[in-house]
């Protein structure tokens, strides 16, 4: 990858994040430019850590910070991520709130 297009890339991360780097929330309508500027700005073998509020795909989306569902996480695998894990879970906040914490590999070419 050319220096121009790291600089270009990680400028759209940035510009997707908040001042800590982070995505504080990320909906569902959104995801195209947030998920391609995420697995862009992995390098080849390294990770990527997405902790996010989960639901059902019936179930409300409320409000933000909004829930996901697992097929909302799917562009990240059709990205060309590896899913090496995934955990779906309640946290201890009062009341608990469902969550997935997943993670992924960005394979190295060449290497499956």
Known sequence: MSRARARELA?????????????????????????????????PGGSLLVIARGREPNDDPGSMPWPLTVSDLEPFVQS?????????FFDREDPPVRRFKVQYRKPIEGNP
Request: aromatic letters at 14%.
């Open 80 to 88: 060309g991520l590896d899913l090496i894990s995934f955990e779906d």
């Open 11 to 43: 400028k759209t991360f940035l510009e997707l994040c908040d001042a800590k780097g982070w995505f504080e929330a990320l909906y569902a309508e959104a995801d195209g430019a947030a998920i391609y500027a995420m697995v862009n700005c992995v390098t």
